[in-house]
T-cell receptor, first 112, second 116 residues
Framework: KNQVEQSPQSLIILEGKNCTLQ??????????LRWYKQDTGRGPVSLTI?????NTKSNGRYTATLDADTKQSSLHITASQLSDSASYICVLWMDSSYKLIFGSGTRLLVRP | DAGVIQSPRHEVTEMGQEVTLRCKPI?????LFWYRQTMMRGLELLIYFNNNVPIDDSGMPEDRFSAKMPNASFSTLKIQPSEPRDSAVYFCASSLSAGRTGSPLHFGNGTRLTVT
């Protein structure tokens, strides 16, 4: 079973609309949870980093939330733009193994 | 800041040939990571270095894979001999820490390897 599961696998929205991507994890404890954006043909780029004690972190139109009780994180994108079309990856830093655990990502397509 | 630089961007080779991927990390970063990305398995950590020393190579698939970091500004990932199942995008990333303190990993744009 994957330790970090993301949903939906893919999503299509119209430009200007909001959307929320989900990340459910089973691993603990962890030091921080990250969201990365990966454009096609490029490497992942860090959007937000939250410690386990933080509930929310924003970066422009991107807002990440973390609920440690339900072991869920979400990434909310406001007023989507065509340039938001990318894969979004949820990542946890595991203290026990000293490694990052990656989700499989959500592919977002923003249409005009 | 030029970011993490990887070369080549694309590599097509025949099965059995040696392949060498190169990476220049961001200056001042003390951690360097090699990842492999495929549609089926997503991002997988192959090996990481701290201050040029390999710390964890448990993700290296088999003896055909080797990585070196001769100095703080250069690393290589070598596959010899290459096989079709090695086809993937290989990413190099660098960071000021391994991840515990929350420092982001900075990824290069990857090398797309195709082994025929």
């Amino acid at each position: 079973k994957n330790q970090v599961e993301q949903s939906p696998q893919s999503l299509i929205i119209l430009e200007g609309k909001n959307c929320t991507l989900q990340c459910n994890y089973t691993v603990s404890p962890f030091s921080n949870l990250r969201w990365y954006k990966q454009d096609t043909g490029r490497g992942p780029v860090s959007l937000t980093i939250m410690t386990f004690s933080e509930n929310t972190k924003s970066n422009g139109r991107y807002t990440a939330t973390l609920d440690a009780d339900t072991k869920q994180s979400s990434l909310h994108i406001t007023a989507s733009q065509l340039s938001d079309s990318a894969s979004y990856i949820c990542v946890l830093w595991m203290d026990s193994s000293y490694k990052l655990i990656f989700g499989s990502g959500t592919r977002l397509l923003v249409r005009p | 800041d030029a970011g993490v630089i990887q070369s080549p961007r694309h590599e097509v080779t025949e099965m059995g040939q040696e392949v060498t991927l190169r990476c220049k990390p961001i200056s001042g970063h003390d951690y360097l990571f090699w990842y492999r990305q495929t549609m089926m398995r997503g991002l997988e950590l192959l090996i990481y270095f701290n201050n040029n020393v390999p710390i964890d190579d448990s993700g290296m698939p088999e003896d055909r894979f080797s990585a070196k970091m001769p100095n703080a500004s250069f690393s290589t990932l070598k596959i010899q001999p290459s096989e079709p199942r090695d086809s993937a995008v290989y990413f190099c990333a660098s960071s000021l820490s391994a991840g515990r303190t929350g420092s982001p990993l900075h990824f290069g744009n990857g090398t797309r390897l195709t082994v025929t």
